[in-house]
């Protein structure tokens, strides 16, 4: 805010103008006049028409009687043409007062200039809003990535590709949801505040509830709650929720994310690997109009997944078949490596960060399979060897974008892997350590039917079909340092 903005201000104010108006009658989007009225010839004019649109000055230039602005509002730009003659003086002097930034109402017709730009013959101007800050240059725009994070109402007017992303993200998600319906599972809500946090191992957020005077935290994950709600009777059940983590902050992980989390009886997790896929080309189709694409250089057919184990991935991309090493060698093998390793890791653990070491040069669409039991305690036992897990994580340009399971669904097996999930994080004296959700074990002990579930990262899904190297690329508001 300037005192030039301020002196602009209060002059309009002293002219009889309101500066901060409460409503405009709008007749047309932007987008709308330029189709209906792009056949005009050069030259013509059609002025036995209203047309009222309304949107912030971009640009603004005064040729003595004529003046001209671009005005645009979120579905495109349009230029306007102003003449003496074709407003009242008192609008005519109130337009030489106007800023680029402001928003307008203008009624009028059309006007195609003799150089062919389509335009508003402007016969009435209305201040709607007097912008108080300039904004940045239209030549050099918005560079500046902190300030476009902070300020993303800022980047959202200079940057209209940004606007495209957000746009595609909405749609994203809509297609999510018609293609989830369409399979007859239902939309669901589980609670975001939690007596006891579950299904994801990550650090929660903490709070006080100050009418039972306790503690509560935010959730890391839905799963164990959508879980109820499957021995409750529903079969097939999603929430596309906001969950929060504790952790990293970087271009992967913002500590509030969007996630799909979704379950359906009597499948396995090789079902819902083709659920995941049909889920993605439908999604791809619906919103890209293609399955093809590029991210940062690669392309990609999301109609092409692989499906290897992590076993079998460590021997592809590392050289090293640890598929019958003892703990002594894969030790030896993690040194290699460069893995920081403790006296008391066991070979699952240790084979899991052997797969971490490379899991995000995996380009082409592919789900890794069966991981070491020790990632996670509510998935089943693979049937072949139970030193693994049914679970497979969907790859693809180097993001990871999902995690997925044949859920446990044997009370007694479940708790007794709960209760050692709750002793191996009391060991290393966490102080957000999960305690033991005894009322999940009771609903398994009702009976749940066997399912799969899947979670899959909205922000990443995004990332990948808009081709954007940050998560802070897809998130409207980004968490960021105090400025």
Not at 378 to 402: I, S, T
Request: one cysteine or more.
């Amino acid at each position: 805010m300037t005192e030039l903005s301020i002196k602009d201000l209060e002059e309009i104010k002293k002219m009889g103008f309101e500066t901060y108006a409460y409503k405009f009658d709008r007749t047309h989007y932007i987008e709308d006049v330029i189709k209906k009225y792009s056949n005009v010839k050069s030259g013509e004019r059609i002025e036995d028409v209203k047309i009222a649109v309304a949107g912030r000055i971009r640009s603004i230039r005064h040729h003595g009687k004529l003046s001209f602005a671009d005005i645009e509002d979120a579905s495109g730009k349009i230029q306007v043409y102003v003449s003496i003659d074709k407003v009242d003086k008192k609008g005519y002097e109130l337009f030489q007062r106007l800023n680029i930034g402001d928003i307008i109402g203008i009624e009028g017709g059309i006007i195609k200039t003799v150089k062919g730009e389509l335009s508003i013959l402007v016969k009435k101007i209305i201040l709607l809003t007097k912008a108080l800050r300039t904004l940045p240059s239209e030549w050099y725009g918005l560079k500046d990535m902190e300030i476009r994070y902070r300020q993303r109402y800022l980047d959202l007017i200079m940057n209209p590709e940004v606007r495209k992303i957000f746009i595609t993200r909405t749609k994203i998600i809509d297609a999510i949801r018609e293609f989830l319906n369409s399979k007859g599972f239902l939309e669901v809500e589980t609670p975001i505040l939690q007596q006891i946090y579950g299904g994801a191992a990550a650090k929660p957020f903490k709070t006080f509830l100050n009418e039972l005077k306790m503690d509560v935290f935010l959730r890391t994950a839905d799963e164990l709650y959508l879980k109820r709600l499957i021995v409750g009777g529903f079969e097939a059940v999603y929430e596309i929720s906001k969950d929060f983590r504790n952790e990293a902050i970087d271009v992967k992980h913002n500590p509030e994310f969007t996630q799909l989390e979704l379950y359906k009886t009597y499948l396995d997790y090789n079902g819902v690997m083709d659920l995941f896929e049909e889920l993605v080309r439908f999604v791809t189709k619906k919103v890209l109009g293609t399955t093809k694409i590029e991210y940062q250089g690669h392309k990609i057919d999301l109609t092409k997944w692989e499906r290897i184990t992590v076993v079998d991935a460590i021997k592809k991309y590392l050289g090293d078949d640890v598929s019958k090493m003892n703990l002594e060698q894969l030790k030896n093998v993690a040194k290699k490596h460069r893995i920081e390793i403790s006296d008391d890791m066991t070979k699952g653990e240790i084979i899991d960060n052997l797969f971490k070491t490379f899991d995000d040069k995996i380009i082409q669409p592919t789900f890794v399979t069966d991981y070491p039991r020790e990632t996670t305690p509510l998935c089943k036992l693979n049937r072949e060897n139970p030193e693994f897990v049914e679970r497979f994580e969907p790859f693809a340009a180097g993001l990871e974008l999902g995690n997925a399971y044949s859920e446990l669904n044997d009370p007694i097996l479940q708790k007794k892997f709960l209760e050692e999930q709750v002793k191996l994080r009391k060991k290393v004296d966490e102080p957000w350590t999960e305690a033991l959700d005894e009322d999940f074990i009771r609903a398994l002990e009702y009976g749940m039917p066997p399912l799969g579930g899947l979670g899959v990262g909205i922000d990443r899904l995004v990332m990948l079909f808009t081709n954007s190297a940050s998560i802070k690329d897809v998130i409207l508001f980004p968490f960021m340092k105090p400025e």
